[in-house]
DNA sequence: GCGACTACTTTGCATTGCAAGGTAACGTGC
DNA sequence: GCACGTTACCTTGCAATGCAAAGTAGTCGC
């Protein structure tokens, strides 16, 4: 399947959202949110997401605070904030009326052969 | 916050392939297409369709012509061409995926309090 | 010290979406 | 004819987003 190249700008709009959805679950770094991410073939690089962090910081969604220990070195950790919980929560409630619009227009012409969808 | 009504910039990097659709159909009109997504929600002005259509022109995806008929007003129609053709099912196999992976992030920490079923 | 690695930051650019404004052709009513 | 509303297209200018690339530090192993 294409990878990263394949996947044009899909991604567009949707990153803010999943990056609150990886902070709910847990404060985390920023070369960790790129990660997780890159792990899912949904970002390249730390030039999206560092900026990304910076703007959903300024709109109050997350807060940072840099954490020094004796074990790992200096990291900034992002949390959601309550306005981030509320922004992610539109999110999810957006999402399925959005692929669902998608789809619809998507699969019209679509190839004959394609029907592999579960019939009862 | 700021994402005010309906669904944000989820339609970045959508439309493209969303025209191409609606033309694999049949050949259509600038307006009618801003009409057929508008009633979807997935858009709201001319201003992006027209040059969308004249970039997907440029990239060879599709081919108009000027239509002069009777019945109405002279109207610039859309085409698919093959590259056209062949975007679109680029697209069609990559959907899947991301919303996939789009799903996996936002279905973590998801509903932590929501119980469809009311309990005594 | 030197290099490799981690982590964060910044700059500059291309793409995308959109509101707002503009042009032109056609029809209806006066 | 002429004004007016409608349809259809096009353009300008701007903001947001994604990203590559380059830069700054701190840490570890040698």
Same mark, same amino acid.
């Given at each position: 399947?294409?990878?990263?190249? $394949?996947? %044009? ?8 959202? #999943? ?8 404060e985390r770094y920023g070369l960790e949110i790129?990660?997780? #991410?890159?792990?899912? =073939? ?8 560092y %900026? #990304?962090l910076t703007?959903?910081q =300024?709109? $109050?969604?997350v807060e940072s605070e840099w954490i020094v220990s004796e074990r790992d070195r200096p990291r900034r950790f992002y949390r ?29 012409? =679509?190839?004959? =052969? ?7």
């Amino acid at each position: 399947m294409t990878k990263a190249a $394949g996947a %044009p700008q899909l991604r567009k709009g949707v990153l803010g959202p #999943l990056v609150l959805a990886l902070l709910e679950e847990r404060e985390r770094y920023g070369l960790e949110i790129v990660r997780e #991410l890159a792990s899912r =073939d949904l970002v390249a690089s730390e030039g999206t997401v560092y %900026p #990304l962090l910076t703007r959903l910081q =300024d709109a $109050g969604a997350v807060e940072s605070e840099w954490i020094v220990s004796e074990r790992d070195r200096p990291r900034r950790f992002y949390r959601l904030t309550g306005a981030g919980r509320a922004e992610l929560a539109a999110f999810r409630t957006d999402w399925p009326a959005f692929t669902r619009a998608v789809e619809s227009i998507l699969t019209r012409g =679509d190839s004959p =052969d394609q029907r592999r969808e579960v019939h009862p």
